[in-house]
């Protein structure tokens, strides 16, 4: 097994590798950078007075991989999950709870269909469209979902989101017209972790974090009548997208088992008593 030792951790943190990755391919995975940049950092806040760890410190002692998924081959591959164990004790033999599965940030779309026939602020005439499609980790054939996807190489978590919503619903939106309701509802935070500006969906035992992007637009009945049952997705890359339409007002019950979901409809009701949207 290769080992290596971490950079910029003191006291040094013993990296375990598995076969199928590198140092370098680790060290270079984009979601491991930010994991490791914001435990080190918050480990660091234990030095102020105030900390509840601050008399009995913990320290980033080892990292053991356990599995390494990549995705594509060629040049088009690239690394997806990672699981490892993380040992993160203090000197009186204490130890936090360390398993990691890492894949990285995700954006997640609120899209806010209105017919035009009816005034802008009738809010009972507002549509959300979700995606209907097999889920294997929740054992689901037909799983009901805003539209979300993994970040690549998009460039921004506004255009990530922009093209998700193209290859999930056909909709062709540019990213400066989308509204990132996490970045609002954190506005005033006071974050000092510096942890993502976005939703943890499962934070007990994965990185993932998803900002969650508003897009509205007045379109036609016809238009809006189009989307229902309508077949989306990458289908060469095995995505099986099938549409639905909701009423907004349903929507906490309609995607109620997806944690993306749920937290859309929050930050959007409210914003929206806030006035920020």
């Known amino acids: 097994m290769t080992t290596f030792d971490l950079p910029e951790t003191s006291p040094p943190c013993r990296v375990r590798l598995t076969e199928n990755i590198t140092r370098d391919e680790l060290l270079s995975y984009p ?42 081959s060629g040049e088009k591959k690239r690394l997806g999950f990672v699981k490892f164990q993380a040992q993160i004790t203090n000197d009186s033999g204490e130890h936090l709870p360390g398993a990691v599965f890492m894949r990285g940030g995700a954006v997640a779309m609120l899209l806010v269909l209105q017919p035009d026939d009816v005034p802008e602020n009738d809010e009972g005439e507002k549509h959300v469209l979700l995606t209907v499609q097999p889920r ?18 998009a460039g921004s978590f506004s255009g990530g989101a922009a093209k998700e919503i193209e290859e999930e619903t056909g909709l062709v939106v540019k990213g400066e017209d989308l509204i990132d ?44 009548d189009e989307f229902r049952g309508k077949l989306t997705g990458l289908r060469n890359e095995g995505e099986k997208i099938t549409l639905k339409v909701v009423k907004l007002a349903d929507l906490w019950k309609e995607g109620a088992r997806d944690a993306k979901t749920l937290s859309a409809w929050a930050l959007y009701h409210g914003l929206k008593k806030d006035g920020k949207i």
């Open 181 to 224: 309701l996490t970045a609002l509802a954190f506005q005033n935070e006071d974050n000092a972790e510096n942890l993502q500006k976005g939703v943890y969906t499962t934070p007990g035992a994965c990185d993932e974090f998803v900002p969650i992007f508003l897009y509205q637009k007045r379109i036609s009945r016809k238009e809006l």
């Open 31 to 72: 979601a491991f950078k930010t994991w490791h940049k914001t435990i080190t950092h918050s480990l660091s806040l234990q030095s102020k007075p105030n900390h509840e760890f601050c008399k009995s410190p913990y320290t980033l002692r080892e990292i053991t991989l356990q599995s390494v998924d990549w995705f594509g």
């Open 136 to 153: 294997t980790a929740a054992g689901s054939l037909s799983f009901a979902e805003i539209p979300a996807g993994m970040l690549d190489d």
